[in-house]
């Protein structure tokens, strides 16, 4: 049974920064200014790493937890 995952908004881990490079095939320390609210080079561009980052980290909470559980589900 998984009741719930409960914790605040996850945005980095060990090994973060190779799993978006392997995903999204650029660097992410480029950008690590718009995590706090500064824009790098544009506002579009920022808005796409933005958009990259909260995507990649998604993908690794469907893939390492939610398929995960359905795997010990089954």
């Not at 995952?5 to 996850?10: G, H, P, R, S, T």
């Not at 480029?30 to 933005?50: A, H, I, N, P």
């Amino acid at each position: 049974m998984v009741d719930s995952y409960e914790v605040a908004q996850q945005n980095w881990t060990e090994g973060f920064d190779k799993v978006f490079m392997n995903r999204r095939k650029y660097d992410v320390f480029k950008w690590f200014l718009c995590m706090t609210g500064q824009m790098v080079d544009d506002l579009e561009l920022s808005e796409r790493f933005l958009w990259d980052y909260r995507r990649t980290i998604a993908d690794l909470m469907t893939d390492n937890y939610f398929n995960y559980v359905a795997e010990l589900c089954e």
